[in-house]
T-cell receptor
């Protein structure tokens, strides 16, 4: 596999469920990002990890919990979400946080909260 | 990050050259100009980056005038598959800044 992969590609969950989104990058990068893209809205940065350490939390509600066990894997744990959390969740990576301007994105997970 | 302004949408036909201009009047000395492309329901894709004059790769060309207050992304001989949203971003090449994608330019290529 090449590039950045995300699983699942589609997810439907109820407001009381707990689920996790997974991202894996095969580029040897050290920085990873989570973004949210709601319908007809610009991408919003959620979290940034650099060498497995979280360096940015863009005021994201605690019902979203990121995890970065190593530089190649990034998770987003979801619990007690709201319908307005329905969106496309995108993972990205870059060589390092300092090379933030050249990010490689995965295909995204389309999340629907019912 | 310097604020950028680009057209909301553009229309073109297959085989034509498309030029998308971005204004960034407050660009700083250390700022680079970066363009991304996004297809529906996919993540953005890095296209090209430049600092001044002209940069060309296999996908596009980027023209930056001497004052660097604007830049133009040029797509030669577009095809239907070039229909996408194109984002212009400006930021320093040192340290870290959040990428601010804005609403971009929605390019529609017709047969």
């Amino acid at each position: 596999e090449t590039g950045v992969t995300q699983t699942p590609r589609h997810l439907v969950m109820g407001m009381t469920n707990k689920k996790s989104l997974k991202c894996e990058q095969h580029l040897g990068h050290n920085a990873m990002y989570w973004y949210k893209q709601s319908a007809k809205k610009p991408l919003e940065l959620m979290f940034v990890y650099n060498f497995k350490e979280q360096t940015e939390n863009n005021s994201v509600p605690s019902r979203f919990s990121p995890e970065c066990p190593n530089s190649s894997h990034l998770f987003l744990h979801l619990h007690t979400l709201q319908p307005e959390d329905s969106a496309l969740y995108l993972c990205a990576s870059s060589q390092a946080q300092e090379r933030y301007y050249e990010q490689y994105f995965g295909p995204g997970t389309r999340l629907t909260v019912t | 990050l310097a604020k950028t302004t680009q057209p909301i949408s553009m229309d073109s036909y297959e085989g034509q050259e498309v030029n998308i201009t971005c204004s960034h009047n407050n660009i700083a000395t250390n700022d680079y100009i970066t363009w991304y492309q996004q297809f529906p329901s996919q993540g953005p894709r890095f296209i090209i980056q430049g600092y001044k004059t002209k940069v060309t790769n296999e996908v596009a060309s980027l023209f930056i005038p001497a004052d660097r207050k604007s830049s133009t992304l040029s797509l030669p001989r577009v095809s239907l598959s070039d229909t996408a949203v194109y984002y212009c971003l400006v930021g320093s090449n040192t340290g870290f800044q959040k990428l601010v994608f804005g609403t971009g330019t929605r390019l529609l290529v017709s047969p």
